[in-house]
């Protein structure tokens, strides 16, 4: 009998009508690491809390079939026991910390403490599960002192201090910075080779395929796919299902599918096995051509000084309160197109973001919006020109329906009523939010949460649009609408500014790339010539995207931007 | 400004248990002491214990910000019109002061301070898991204790949440400064989600406390360790019997 085993599960939460989970059987076998991908709310994170117990126990609803875990059923069980034998680590990584521990170490022995375990063991378990996450440094910081990150691989401590067998980890890096994100995928690695089992729910197929050894794709709350990561993304693909299949592996599909390489090793699922496969192409194409040949970049640095200046920042410095300083001395000028902006956390991204609308005003210099100078306007009469979705909806959302929140946004700003209307459909239509228009926001799930918050900010109507981390947490047809969205604005002519850590985003709609490193822009280009300088990028923790990547592998003469380009250059007709 | 300095004097190595009692002791004794010299010599010995500790300054000013409007109010007011005033001490103009007015407001502000200067050596000097933990040795309920720690973070967190938000209404163009039934709407703006930002971690952390065995039975331990030494008893016999004493004194005799 396996560790796990599912039999013919159905259930409906209490407060919906459509059963979340259907039919689902599945058992997982001890040691195994399994991949749980799929769209927004198709039953990924429902499958996980049956696992735990939370179905039932603490979600309830319409149960029938049965979930045992080693042998026990767990409606027969309660969430404390099943603890110890089934870890789980949350999305947010600050809302699963206890809130009442001074200090790293305190939490991650919060559970041993309950255990009632003796002191010096509580101590030495503790301080071992720091250390198996890389923290042992920081066991007298306070919990809140940490990055997202840092909290994550803390949550994963508190729960490794237990000692389960499995360990359930539910989006654990969608809001977490690339550096981030591969401090979580490392230790989730290290404890698969230590012999734990590992069930990760992620979008993020480009860290997971490579280290799972079976990917479920869940759709509509049951099981579409369940097997070899390389194969079911194969089948993924082959079948268009939106999930984000990873640049390298298309790329090989395709090629092997036009007859350029023998299909009998196993696809790349990274850019260093790409390029050793594809290194035997010898026939190629110019890579010069091919991109003389597509799309060029709109943005055109010579012809700056002729453009209607939109944003002005004149040598703009920002120090915190505490005197940390944030912005040191930005002088640019942005005036159409995509631009995005890139950067590790504490780059100051955000508080750039935060001055282009006034919301924070330069401690020296001055940011000039369409010749608005921001320290002597409010921030609701600057929202007039530049509209601001924040990263996290639930600061924002708070009507009754879908429709009404999105007005919230052009009403405040006084738009006719006439054009109101116009404006919100207009928005809800981009965002692909009509068949949730009279829904809740709260009720919806995060994805599309966060497309009401951005829509708001859309029906704006403003000539100048920023988005702060617009695709975090989205799957691939919530990033596939931005892409959308940002084509359509650009094309209306305005100017859109995407604080972005997605850099594959960057790459395909940056019609500019602003690279900042400590509060001082380190690169400012077109997205080509930035995504090129890989050296200099390293120093903001900032990796090109994996085509490009992988065309600077093959020794290829231009910096490529799209799987498209790469095609070309490979399989030219 | 009220929180908790890290130090290693014998206040800081009393156990919390101890302390609180010395604080309740300290607000029963200066009460019912008659005049102003006891919470005068009271007051002086406590700020010598803050200087052992180590944050005499901190003491000082935080006693300076609280007691020190009270002690020109409370002076001036009893000085002038308190019932019992006999003798004159001092004539400004048209206003008299009366030594037993004076006395009288001496003797509020000393006990005052005696409780703000006790109060905060505690708070300066504990640290807050220690204090829990020494309590929930005593028997009080983990889950209470949980509550109050939690508390502490709950405030500063909801601060930085409520300042996410105004600034997310903001630049979806909310206006603070306009008309009355436009603030009316910034203040919803901002309290619904708050509140639904607070329930649904309220939420997520629940359940973590639950996978991490919060409310399981049995017993528990900890990962520091509160000792009560003999020392601690003797303190804490000591003020009880000087509490006692005290009242005797008062009340019967």
Known sequence: MS????????????SQHEPALRNLSCSIEQGSFVGITGLAEAGKSSFCRLISGYIPHFFHGEFSGSVSVAGTDTRETTIGELAERVGFVFENPFDQLTGASLTVLEEAAFALENMGLAREEIRLRAEKSLSQVGMEDLADRHPQQLSGGQ????????ILA???????LDEPTSQLDPLGVDEVFDVISDMHRRGYTVIVVSQDLDHLAIRADRLIVVDKGEIKWDGEPRKILLQAAEARYPILIPDVLEISRKLRAAGRISSDSPVPLTVEQAAKELSSIEERGSATETIAAGRTSRYLPDSRAERSKELVFQDVHYDYPTGVSAICGVSLRLDEGCVCIVGQNGAGKTTFAKHLNGLLRPTRGR???????????????????????????DDQLFRGTVEEEVRFGPENVGTAPEETKRLVTSAIDLMGLEAVREKKPHDLGLSERKRVATASVIAMNTPVVVLDEPTGGQDAEGIELLGHLVGQLVQQGKLVVVVTHDVRFAARHADRVIALHQGRVLLDDGPRPVFGRDETLARTHVEPPAVTRLGKLLGLDETLLSPGELLAVLAPE | MFDYRPGSSPVHLLNPV???????????????????????????TMLGVAAVAGFLGSVVKLAALI????????????GVFYPGNETPLLTVG??????????YGLLVFFRVLVVVCAVSIMVFSTHPKKMMVAFIDKGLSPKL?????ASLQFVPEMQRRARAIMEAQQARGLDLKANLWRRFQALLAMLIPLLTGALISAETRSLALEARGFSRGGTRNHLIEVPDRTSDRVIRWSVAAIVVLIAVWRIVL
């Open chain 1, 367 to 393: 940011v000039l919006v369409r010749a608005k100078d921001t320290r002597e306007y409010r921030v609701a009469e600057i929202a007039r020109e530049v509209g601001l979705a924040f990263q996290n909806p």
């Open chain 2, 67 to 78: 007691t020190g409007p009270l002690l020109v109010a409370v002076v001036l007011i009893q």
């Open chain 1, 3 to 14: 560790l796990i085993e599912i039999e013919d599960l159905t259930f409906s939460y209490a």
């Open chain 2, 145 to 149: 204790a949980y509550v109050f720690m």
């Open chain 2, 94 to 103: 048209p206003v008299t002061f009366w030594e037993e007015g004076v006395s």
């Open chain 1, 162 to 168: 237990v000692q389960p067998e499995i360990f359930i």
């Open chain 1, 151 to 158: 909290s994550q691989r803390l949550a994963l401590a508190s």
């Open chain 2, 18 to 44: 101890t302390k609180l009692a010395v604080v309740v002791g300290l607000m029963v004794i200066v009460f019912l002491l008659p005049n102003l010299w006891g919470p005068a010599l009271i007051s002086v």
